[in-house]
Each structure stands twice: as structure tokens, then as C-alpha cells.
Nanobody, 125 residues
Framework: DLQVVESGGGSVQIGGSLRLSCAAS?????????MAWFRQAPGKEREGLAV????????YYADSVKGRFTISQDNAENTVYLQMNSLKPEDTAMYYC?????????????????WGQGTQVTVSS
């Protein structure tokens, strides 16, 4: 099976930066085809933020984070990162990474089925 574990969350001031990490493990850690970052704030629906295609490294971003967040991968470490810059209070949420084992359009948020436990990000003044 495949496990993903997030890390790197914390508290940051408005305008600051954080880098989240998502480490894949398990016997199938090398088989994921798509990895994505999501977030969920209290009382709000889960929101898809960014995806990365393992093979090509292509990326896709939601409009809400485009230009501020960058998703990247280190295949040697089986880790996917989310660099978050120019953070705003509305970025405060629990952040999750999720993986999908099959290819195709990685931007279909509902198709991810391997989830981490999340890491909290809090942005304040």
C-alpha cells in the first residue's frame, strides 16, 4: 500500500512563507502517478490547491494560490513539496497531501484516495 505523511506546517506572519513536505512510503511508494495538495479551513469545504504529475513534473494550480504557491517533487526522496509564499490569513487551514496511483488528468480532485493526516498552517498578524 501507499502512505503519505505531511510535515512543515506551523504559524507564520502575514506575508511570510512556509514549505510543506509530503513523504510517500510503503511498498508502492514509487508507483504514484499524481500527487496533490488540499486544504480545509474550519466550516469550509476541502479545496484542491495544486497537483503534480510524477512522470512529466507538470503542475496545475487552483486560481486561489496561483502565483503564490509552488508544488515540486524530489523523486529520489519520494517527497512532494508545497512552497507557500505571500501567505494571507485566509490561507489558514489544515493542509493535506494526497496521492493517486493511476494516471490521466491529475486535476480531478475527487479521484485521490491516499491521504495523509494533515499539517496545520496558521497565518496571523
Amino acid at each position: 500500500d501507499l502512505q503519505v505523511v505531511e510535515s512543515g506546517g506551523g504559524s507564520v506572519q502575514i506575508g511570510g512563507s512556509l514549505r510543506l513536505s509530503c513523504a510517500a512510503s510503503g511498498y508502492a511508494y514509487y508507483n504514484w502517478k499524481c500527487m496533490a495538495w488540499f486544504r480545509q479551513a474550519p466550516g469550509k469545504e476541502r479545496e484542491g490547491l495544486a497537483v503534480i504529475y510524477r512522470g512529466s513534473g507538470s503542475t496545475y494550480y487552483a486560481d486561489s494560490v496561483k502565483g503564490r504557491f509552488t508544488i515540486s517533487q524530489d523523486n529520489a526522496e519520494n517527497t512532494v513539496y508545497l512552497q507557500m509564499n505571500s501567505l494571507k490569513p485566509e490561507d489558514t487551514a489544515m493542509y493535506y497531501c494526497a496521492a493517486r496511483m493511476y494516471g490521466g488528468n491529475c486535476g480531478v480532485w475527487e479521484t485521490y484516495n491516499y491521504w495523509g493526516q494533515g499539517t496545520q498552517v496558521t497565518v496571523s498578524s
